[in-house]
C-alpha cells in the first residue's frame, strides 16, 4: 500500500512564503515523475509544477520564478517552496506521484493540503 502525505500548508499574508511536502510511504520500488496541483474553489484541477525522476522540471506560467518544486529521492519526499504568495494562490494542494509498487506502476494522489494567502 503507497500513501503520499502533504504537509505545511496553512494561511499567509500576500508576498509570503510556504513549503509544503509530500512524503511517499509504502512499498515503493521506484518514483517516476511527481507533481504538486491545486483546486481552488469553483475551478478545475491545474497542475502547478513537476520534476522527473532525473531532476527536470516544468512549471505552470502564473507560478514561474515564484515557485521552486525539488525531491529528494533518498527520503521519497517532494517540496514545493512557495514564495511572492498572491491571494490567487489560494487553493488545495495535492501532490501526485507516478510509483512502481508490486511490480505495477500507478498515479498516486495525496489527501490535500489547503493554503490560503489573505491579509
Known amino acids: 500500500q503507497v500513501q503520499l502525505v502533504e504537509s505545511g500548508g496553512g494561511l499567509v499574508q500576500p508576498g509570503g512564503s510556504l513549503r509544503l511536502s509530500c512524503a511517499a510511504s509504502?512499498?515503493?520500488?521506484?518514483?517516476?515523475?511527481t507533481g504538486w496541483y491545486r483546486q481552488a474553489p469553483g475551478k478545475q484541477r491545474e497542475l502547478v509544477a513537476d520534476?522527473?525522476?532525473?531532476?527536470?522540471?516544468n512549471y505552470a506560467d502564473s507560478v514561474k520564478g515564484r515557485f521552486t518544486i525539488s525531491r529528494d529521492n533518498a527520503k521519497n519526499t517532494m517540496y514545493l517552496q512557495m514564495n511572492s504568495l498572491k491571494p490567487e494562490d489560494t487553493a488545495v494542494y495535492y501532490c501526485?506521484?507516478?510509483?512502481?509498487?508490486?511490480?505495477?506502476?500507478?498515479?498516486?494522489w495525496g489527501q490535500g493540503t489547503q493554503v490560503t494567502v489573505s491579509s
Open positions: 509504502g512499498s515503493i520500488f521506484s518514483i517516476y515523475i
Open positions: 520534476i522527473s525522476s532525473g531532476g527536470r522540471t
Open positions: 501526485n506521484a507516478a510509483i512502481i509498487s508490486g511490480g505495477t506502476m500507478g498515479a498516486y
